[in-house]
């Protein structure tokens, strides 16, 4: 498996401010995600953070709105940007390891936006 | 387009007691993984179990196992002896390896174990 931490574990916004939420993983990993967990329900992926290229999103998801980046095989960073209640979620990142067959994931942002 | 179904949204059982979290699929792929993830109150998401498609062997660890059964698309997870930290939502969720690694999720099914 692998250690992955977040920062930060929880925040609480006004809405129109922007929030960036970094995952840390203590390995180089090639396929990295970005998910959003809205509260009562299950794991939406809102993009696929790429090395060294623009993040793959998901329907839905646009760069303006949820920039990505990934500047190296360990880090990267995820921008709630412009933030309204309905972005009130947990946020969490995960690595795909043995050829992608299995995801592990960081313990989450929760992000309460007023 | 590949669908996961819980059809439980909630369980409660004793303590040291057996039970068993139902999960269906739907897929047109022969190849795919499949997997159980465990999210306790503290929201960390923990991998249980994974199971290829193509073995017929039923993955196991520990007091966790599954019952796959590829030709009914059914991927059942039995905890033997349930424990209270076993309390938390329960995730089954499906891999097709030929599209990016996208983990596609079922609603969830709460968990509680009752002392």
């Known amino acids: 498996s692998a250690v992955i931490s977040q920062k930060p574990s929880r925040d609480i916004c006004q809405r129109g401010t922007s929030l960036t939420i970094q995952c840390q993983v203590d390995?180089?990993?090639?396929?990295m995600f970005w998910y959003r967990q809205q509260p009562g329900q299950s794991l939406t992926l809102i993009a696929t953070a790429n090395q060294g290229s623009e993040a793959t999103y998901e329907s839905g998801f646009v760069i303006d709105k949820f920039p990505i980046s990934r500047p190296n095989l360990t880090f990267s960073t995820l921008t709630v940007s412009n933030m309204s209640p309905e972005d009130s979620s947990i946020y969490l990142c995960?690595?795909?390891?043995?050829?992608?067959?299995?995801?592990?994931f960081g313990p989450g942002t929760r992000l309460t936006v007023t | 387009a590949q669908t996961v179904t819980q059809s439980q949204p909630e369980m409660s059982v004793q303590e040291a007691e057996t039970v068993t979290l139902s999960c269906t699929y739907d897929?047109?792929?022969?190849?795919?993984?499949l997997f159980w993830y465990k999210q306790p109150p503290s929201r960390q998401m923990i991998l249980v179990i994974r199971q290829e498609a193509y073995k017929q062997q039923n993955a196991t660890e520990n007091r966790f196992s599954v019952n796959f059964q590829k030709a009914a698309k059914s991927f059942s997870l039995k905890i033997s002896d349930s424990q209270l930290g076993d309390t938390a939502m329960y995730f089954c969720?499906?891999?097709?390896?030929?599209?990016?690694?996208?983990?596609?999720w079922g609603a969830g099914t709460k968990l509680i174990i009752k002392p």
């Open positions: 390995s180089q990993v090639t396929m």
């Open positions: 995960s690595v795909g390891l043995d050829r992608g067959h299995e995801q592990y």
């Open positions: 897929t047109s792929e022969n190849n795919y993984y």
């Open positions: 969720a499906f891999m097709n390896p030929d599209s990016n690694y996208q983990l596609i």
